[in-house]
């Protein structure tokens, strides 16, 4: 599952990048590793893959999309609240998109309905409360249901409990100043791992650097690979659950 000395695009097969951006299908590197997990969890295989699976994928990544619609069809959600993508998604796919704000929109779907959710670099330019975000994600999730994305850190997270509020700014400058870039409202910090360990499932980092591992340490999350360009989380929902089920 390392990419670290990638030759060619896992999810395209190009052999060109230009700063570490897929040439052909336009993937950075943390479009690739999500791509690895996906097919470390058998969802690129149409052997492996349940049938009526339903997939919730939020601001659908590059290259990525053709490849889970060509295996899960119908079942394939692609959701992004930001018209423009929304508009250039829905003229060149066969499926709907859904224009869904988080977390309102999310409530139209009733708990334990979606088998996977995908989303990468996402939290961090919505509005409000990352943990009520979080929550109702999981909400919808079905049990033994997995929820696979990707959040940016703080370089010094250790030490910085996460900031929010970034849409309350007056300037884009403002947001850059504290949040790295101008559509960000959020910087993520320690406390990122200790409020997802309280929701009802597993959660695992899949993929990071060895200093990235010893940093982790304390707060006693699952880990697996190694020696990674970026980080991959994944959550599992519980079994068992007192949730309604559908």
């Keep these: ?28 590197s943390r479009h690739r590793l999500l791509y690895s997990t996906l097919e470390k969890y058998g969802y690129l295989n149409k052997k ?20 889970l619609f060509s295996i899960i069809g ?5 959701s992004d609240y930001k ?52 929550t109702e994600l999981v909400r919808i999730l079905k049990p033994k249901g997995r929820m696979i994305f990707h959040v940016p850190l703080a370089k010094d997270f ?10 309350f ?11 790295g870039e ?3 409202y959020k910087t993520f910090g320690y406390d990122f791992f200790v409020e997802i360990k ?5 959660f695992c980092v899949e993929t990071f650097t060895e200093e990235f591992k010893k940093s982790i340490e304390a707060f006693h999350v699952k880990i697996t690979h190694l020696n990674q360009l970026t980080t991959i989380f994944t959550f599992t929902k519980n079994e068992n659950t007192q949730e309604s089920s559908n």
């Design 1 to 28: 599952m390392s990419i670290k000395n990638e030759s060619s695009c896992n999810i395209c097969g190009e052999k060109k990048f230009q700063q570490k951006m897929c040439e052909n299908c336009g993937s950075e």
């Design 48 to 67: 492996t893959t349940f049938e009526n699976i339903r997939v919730l994928h939020i601001s659908p990544d590059p290259g990525i999309v053709n490849n």
């Design 83 to 134: 018209s423009k993508y929304y508009e250039n998604y829905n003229e060149n796919l066969p499926i709907p998109f859904l224009r869904l704000k988080l977390p309102d929109d999310i409530r139209i779907f009733s708990d334990n309905y979606f088998d996977l959710i995908i989303h990468s670099s996402v939290l961090e330019h919505i509005p409000g409360k990352y943990v009520d975000h979080l």
């Design 74 to 78: 119908s079942g394939y959600y692609l």
């Design 198 to 202: 309280k929701l009802n499932g597993n």
């Design 158 to 167: 250790l030490s910085t409990k996460t900031i929010e509020g970034g849409e």
């Design 182 to 184: 101008n559509d960000h």
């Design 169 to 179: 700014l007056t300037s884009d400058e403002e947001r850059i100043l504290i949040h």
